[in-house]
């Protein structure tokens, strides 16, 4: 993969649904969200002609705020987990990442709230809230256990679509890298209910 990988999605589809390419314009990835499902469970594909599954992502109970959603290979077998925190992303989304055997590996962050809410309040205006796309960009941190940068996933300029950018900022060994990228689509699709 090269980085930075983009991450798509059109605001208008009645399914969401996130197309992930590395900057070779190469697939990362393609998840396609089913509507009206109470328990998330996501399915993550090679690419949109969706033959080659590469993971799924399951809540852990019906709709909730800081349910956990658990990362599992093809065969089941857990790659990770990402948690929303509760009473703290209400303000400002913040998500902890942990590893197959439930130990922490990093947290996901927020950068900015005062964005996040501009870019929320600027939607729901008429008529110039569908130019909001090209005003305001949130920023999420990815953090390891000890503090250190991992990766930023950047929103950028966009009409009619959610555009994300995601930079490395530090080497990580494969099953971390991929159980990351998969917790960051999965908080992009959270979020993006959130404005």
Known sequence: MQ???????????????????????NWVCYVKQKLFKLKENIKVFADDSQTTLLCEISADRVIDWSACYR?????GNSLGSVRRQGMKSLWKA?????????????????????????????????????LSGY??????????????????????????????????LQEMDSVAELSTI?????MTLLEKRRG
């Open 3 to 25: 980085y930075p990988l983009s991450f798509t999605f059109k605001l208008l589809a009645l399914a969401p649904q996130i197309y992930v390419k590395d900057a070779g314009g």
């Open 182 to 186: 998969m917790s960051l689509l999965m």
């Open 94 to 130: 913040s998500y902890e990442i942990a590893d197959a055997n439930d130990q922490p590996l990093a947290t996901i962050r927020e950068e900015n709230a005062f964005v996040k809410v501009l870019d929320h309040l600027f939607t729901r205006l008429p008529f110039v809230g569908v």
């Open 135 to 168: 005003v305001f960009h949130p920023k999420y941190l990815v953090r390891d256990a000890q503090d250190q940068p991992l990766m930023r996933l950047t929103k950028r300029p966009a009409l009619f679509e959610g555009k994300f950018e995601l930079e490395k």
């Open 71 to 75: 990362i599992t290979d093809p065969e």
